[in-house]
């Protein structure tokens, strides 16, 4: 982070007042019998870009005592004296960009709280570090997206009373969103759209940094403020060559390091309808209500971006009344470098994932995994529960682009049937 510093600065006072101090000496209610020290503050913001004077020079800044009541205030970080004579004790000091922080602005809002302690006789340097509160929100469309779109609406909501809308006709004025005090460890992303041949294309999705780094040193791991947000929409054809989906990919990137991590997109568009659910398939036998399977909404994520992404999302949980006698795992690929693949476990494990291989009691299985380093168990017959860690691929995966399908079929010990999908892509 580069410091700001300024002209009017000399001598010995422009090495220890960083960016933001005037020269001048000032005592404030100093008497006989009360023990005192010097606080020398400056004030600075926490991201690697150097910013203008002018912009930390205006936060104001207010200092309170152990009680929280207000000791000093100042409009303007350009006001705070270059030091401060005032008693021993506790202090909290505070600085922000002017104004307050609104759910949605057109401008990064910075603010910075600094505890700290003044002895008496000692001069105290302190920094406060105003960090970024809210979030820069990015929506990109790729050079089809105009073309297949007359119209269309994003809604990205952070599970409060505000969300954030985009439309063919939004301004291109920047969106700063701020995700409250704790932040937000899930948005829901809507899309609606109007194609040029009127058919209506929705898509609901969720998007989750659960396996981020923070972009600050505090340990958050969510959506918190100081990133800006990037969310890229593709049209997607279907068989027919008519456009019915949406293709999402989203990044952060922080603004103190400038690290871009993916965020994982989860599809829900079907999710809510129970008559789109494959554990729900009419065709199955008709004991199938004793089959339980919770099956992964699709996930899509960008080539090499396993590393992103949280491996329990591709846990698939299943359980059986009766008891499970048979679990079939069959894996179709639209990349001819993932059928080979496969074919190469099928040679060197015996574990064929191309015709289906059997999970039940399968120490192949096992053994395959424990090579891969994604260790996994495997049931026995009569199991009544069992989850099967789609997530175990995803490191294969990451290199190989294309639309992945595990099949997933469940027999129990007595003969009713229960089949369901997942859906990997690697865009």
């Excluded at 779109?149 to 599970?159: P, Q, V």
Aim: charge should be negative; include cysteine; glycine fraction near 8%.
């Amino acid at each position: 982070m580069k410091n700001i510093k300024t002209s009017l600065l000399t001598g010995a006072l422009s090495v220890v007042a960083l960016s933001s101090c005037v020269s001048e000496n000032l005592d404030f209610g100093k008497a006989d019998n009360t023990e005192t020290g010097v606080l020398e503050l400056s004030v600075d913001v926490a991201q690697p870009q150097s910013r203008a004077l002018t912009e930390v020079t205006s936060y104001p800044v207010i200092i309170y005592d152990a009680e929280g009541k207000e000791k000093f205030s100042y409009n303007s970080v350009s006001e705070v004296p270059a030091k401060i004579t005032t008693g021993v004790g506790n202090y909290t000091a505070v600085s922000h960009t002017p104004g307050g922080l609104e759910k949605q602005m057109s401008y990064p809002y910075y603010k910075g709280t600094k505890d700290f302690e003044i002895l008496k006789g000692v001069t105290s340097r302190v920094e406060v570090i105003c960090k970024m509160q809210n979030s820069l929100i990015v929506v990109n469309y790729n050079g089809d997206f105009r073309e297949v779109f007359t119209a269309w609406e994003i809604t990205l909501s952070d599970g409060s009373e505000a969300a954030i809308s985009f439309t063919n006709t939004s301004s291109s004025a920047p969106v700063y969103y701020w995700f409250g005090e704790t932040g937000a460890d899930e948005l829901t992303l809507n899309f609606r759209g109007t194609t040029a041949d009127g058919s209506t294309v929705v898509s609901r999705n969720t998007l989750t940094t659960s396996q981020a780094s923070s972009g600050y040193d505090d340990g958050r791991e969510n959506f918190s403020g100081g990133e800006t947000l990037t969310l890229n929409f593709t049209p997607a054809e279907s068989e027919d060559g008519k456009i019915n989906s949406i293709t999402i990919n989203a990044n952060v990137t922080f603004t103190e390091t400038n690290e871009t991590i993916d965020v994982v997109v989860v599809d829900k568009s079907n999710m809510d309808d129970p008559g789109n659910d494959p554990g729900n398939d009419p065709g199955n036998d008709p004991g199938n209500d004793k089959i339980s399977l919770d099956l992964p909404a699709p996930i899509s994520y960008p080539l090499f971006g396993a590393a992103s992404v949280d491996k329990s999302l591709g846990d698939t949980k299943i359980s059986a009344e009766d008891g499970i006698k048979s679990i079939m795992v069959k894996v179709e690929s639209t990349s001819a470098d993932m059928i080979s693949s496969l074919n190469d476990l099928k040679t060197q494990y015996g574990v064929d994932f191309v015709s289906g291989a059997e999970i039940v009691e399968n120490q192949d299985m096992v053994r395959l995994f424990n090579d891969l380093q994604q260790p996994l168990s495997v049931p026995s017959e009569g199991d009544k529960s069992y989850t099967f860690p789609i997530g175990n691929f995803f490191g294969l995966l990451q290199v190989l682009q294309g639309e992945h399908t595990f099949n997933l079929t469940v027999t129990d010990m007595n003969g009713a049937v229960k089949s369901g999908k997942v859906v990997i892509t690697i865009q």
